[in-house]
T-cell receptor, first 109, second 115 residues
């Protein structure tokens, strides 16, 4: 079966750096997405990786290793507004998105 | 209006009721999706429409019935639901479902409670 694993919850301090990991086993691979979802709101797109390496976008970066079936989302200079759930999703060989259960990130002052 | 909108935002219904969820996208996209989001579980894809044609139905019970009258509107008709159907129902759209690089744009969801 297809599976996406990510930690259920993480806690970090304002101003610090946090890394949220995602591992996947899917039938084929056509890209990996990270989304942010604040409580009670719509998921919003953060990043897309299809080739190995690091993609940087402001305070957020996303890394992909296809050979290891592994990605991480790196958040720098954490702000209180970064408290949210972070969803990892992989597009499989049929171009269907397979989703992880999300990582709830709690930022403390 | 911009982006993807959903109505109602909250819905409480009995198991014998019939109700409909509405989704509208103002992005000019050709693909629309219904997802179910339950607490601490991955998003579950329910239905996919491309150019108004249904292309995915992930073994969803017949008590959920989708309708896509045009590329901008998507409905989910509900009847004789069960308490376990209580969840957040999210609508999303994308330019086309078959391209790997396109992200999906989500609406704010309808919080459904079945009593």
């Amino acid at each position: 079966g297809q599976n996406i694993d990510q930690p259920t919850e993480m806690t970090a301090t304002e101003g610090a750096i946090v890394q949220i990991n995602c591992t996947y086993q899917t039938s084929g691979f056509n890209g990996l997405f990270w989304y942010q979802q604040h409580a009670g709101e719509a998921p919003t797109f953060l990043s897309y990786n299809v080739l190995d390496g690091l993609e940087e976008k402001g305070r957020f970066s996303s890394f992909l290793s296809r050979s290891k079936g592994y990605s991480y989302l790196l958040l720098k200079e954490l702000q209180m507004k970064d408290s949210a759930s972070y969803l990892c999703a992989v597009r499989d060989q049929n171009y269907q998105l397979i989703w992880g259960a999300g990582t709830k990130l709690i930022i403390k002052p | 209006e911009t982006g993807v909108t959903q109505t109602p935002r909250h819905l409480v219904m009995g198991m014998t009721n019939k109700k409909s969820l509405k989704c509208e996208q103002h992005l000019g996209h050709n693909a629309m999706y219904w997802y179910k989001q339950s607490a601490k579980k991955p998003l579950e894809l329910m239905f996919v429409y491309n150019f108004k044609e249904q292309t995915e139905n992930n073994s969803v019970p017949s008590r959920f019935s989708p309708e896509c009258p045009n590329s901008s509107h998507l409905f989910l008709h509900l009847h004789t639901l069960q308490p376990e159907d209580s969840a957040l129902y999210l609508c999303a759209s994308s330019p086309f479902s078959g391209d790997s690089s396109y992200e999906q744009y989500f609406g704010p969801g309808t919080r459904l409670t079945v009593t």
